[in-house]
């Protein structure tokens, strides 16, 4: 069965600090992966996404970068952070298949704090 | 671009009765997939029932079950026999049926569901 690992669940980074989140997934081949971030009593806005291995693409400009190193990794960073980018990081995974694009399977999700 | 509507922030159900949550979706695609997630206060992201446009019949799910109106671009979950655990964010999400940025799934704000005992 696929799973998905995201760590760590809780971090607190003092503001200009570097960031690497982490997300794997098991148990599938060439997923598209996501990165989506929550902000307290939001929904979820889609910052990057990869279809393949070097693959990335971004959704809105932002102090972020993602990496796609093999095929079930997926990293999230940043050189220097800053108090917006305080929230909750949620990774995803999906497959498409003849019949299209299905659910994505998430992560449990890191709680970011800038402080 | 896709854009996806849940207008009830938050709504509140009595242990054992149905409550609806609404969602209204805008897309000009023909084909697509739509889903309505639950968010725990453990903020997992869980999949509660998913719809396939193509597909008249609405997907149900044990007390789960949606009402899709394809022509009116609607998409209301329905839960029955409201249980505590069912107190959660839940969240309309929006994808088309193909890959690429198309293919990322597109969230409504979330309605917060309460359970009253």
């Known amino acids: ?115 | 671009a896709q854009t996806v509507t849940q207008s009830q922030p938050e709504m509140s159900v009595q242990e054992a009765e149905t409550v609806t949550l609404s969602c209204t979706y805008d897309t000009s695609e023909s084909d697509y997939y739509l889903f309505w997630y639950k968010q725990p206060p453990s903020r997992q992201m869980i999949l509660v029932i998913r719809q396939e446009a193509y597909k008249q019949q609405n997907a149900t799910e044990n007390r789960f079950s949606v009402n899709f109106q394809k022509a009116a671009k609607s998409f209301s979950l329905k839960i029955s026999d409201s249980q505590l655990g069912d107190a959660a964010m839940y969240f309309c999400a929006y994808r088309s049926k193909y890959g690429g940025s198309q293919g990322n799934l597109i969230f409504g704000k979330g309605t917060k569901l309460s359970v009253k005992p």
């Open chain 1, 1 to 115: 069965s696929q799973t998905i690992h995201q760590w760590p669940a809780t971090l607190v980074q003092p503001v200009g600090s570097p960031l690497s989140l982490e997300c794997t997934v098991e148990g599938t081949s060439n997923p598209n992966l996501y990165w989506y971030r929550q902000a307290a009593g939001r929904g979820l806005q889609l910052l990057f996404y990869s279809v393949g291995i070097g693959q990335i693409s971004s959704e809105v400009p932002q102090n972020l970068s993602a990496s796609r190193p093999q095929d079930r990794q997926f990293i999230l960073s940043s050189k220097k952070l800053l108090l917006s980018d305080s929230g909750f990081y949620l990774c995803a995974w999906s497959v498409l298949g003849r019949q299209g694009g299905t659910e994505a399977f998430f992560g449990q999700g890191t709680r970011l704090t800038v402080v």
